[in-house]
């Protein structure tokens, strides 16, 4: 069953699984800002070319380019019946850009929203093994002896970019550039908000449902 999807959701609230997974289940693709750069890049087209240039004079990739790297990557065979959006659109001007692009057809969008302070508390909880890279996150079990690696037997420590800070500032950014979006895009009747705050697997089955619930209403996104 084909479907065009958008998920939004603060970094750490598990979208870009959510996406892939959903995606599987409809047999779309998972269609990634970074990934699409990455492929541009190497694929060595004219636009991947200018990608390149950007990122290594240490710019920001404008709209213009982004829009139309997803332009090309929409009008690929596998992306004829639907497509899971993730990362993109990040900004107004890309949103009402989509649309364009969509020519009418219509866009599901899901977000998932968590308290920042849900987010903070996961983050804190992450530790990582000083000798082996394995991530745990302290709160699948006791914290307290969430202090050596089973894998390894190494340290676990915090990773230097999981500081509440850091996790706080990140958090800001988003909400600075993403609230103006859902603004966007939540009077539709094509928008639905899950509660990002339960388990990974209530997650999905939350989105899973608000899919449904819209194909059900043949708001013609199948
Ligand atoms: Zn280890």
């Given at each position: 069953m084909a479907l065009r999807l958008l998920?939004?959701?603060?970094?750490?609230?598990?979208?870009?699984?959510q996406a892939l997974k959903i995606a599987?289940?409809?047999?779309v693709p998972k269609i990634s800002t970074g990934d699409m750069l990455r492929d541009?890049?190497?694929?060595?087209?004219?636009l991947?070319?200018?990608?390149?240039?950007?990122?290594?004079?240490?710019q920001l990739v404008s709209d213009d380019v982004i829009v139309a790297?997803?332009?090309?990557?929409?009008?690929?065979?596998?992306?004829?019946?639907?497509?899971?959006?993730?990362g993109f659109p990040r900004t107004?001007?890309?949103?009402?850009?989509?649309?364009?692009?969509?020519?009418?057809?219509?866009?599901a969008v899901v977000e998932i929203r968590v308290p920042d302070d849900e987010l903070v508390r996961r983050v804190r909880g992450r530790r990582i093994c000083e000798r082996c890279g394995t991530t745990v996150s302290a709160f699948d079990g006791d914290p307290s002896l969430a202090l050596v690696c089973k894998m390894?037997?190494?340290?676990?420590?915090?990773?230097?970019?999981?500081?509440?800070?850091?996790v706080r500032d990140r958090l800001k950014i988003y909400w600075r550039e993403t609230q103006p979006m859902i603004?966007?895009?939540?009077?539709?009747?094509?928008?639905?908000?899950?509660?990002?705050?339960?388990p990974p697997v209530s997650v999905y089955e939350a989105i899973a449902a608000a899919v449904a619930e819209m194909n059900g209403k043949r708001m013609g996104l199948r």
């Open positions: 998920i939004l959701g603060p970094p750490g609230a598990g979208k870009g699984t599987r289940e409809h047999g541009a890049v190497t694929s060595g087209s004219p991947g070319a200018l990608v390149k240039e950007t990122v290594a004079q240490g790297l997803v332009r090309e990557r929409l009008t690929e065979s596998d992306a004829a019946d639907g497509f899971v959006l993730d107004v001007v890309q949103a009402e850009a989509l649309d364009v692009l969509l020519d009418g057809a219509p866009l390894c037997g190494g340290r676990l420590v915090q990773r230097s970019d999981d500081s509440e800070q850091v603004g966007f895009y939540e009077g539709r009747p094509t928008f639905r908000r899950v509660d990002g705050a339960q």
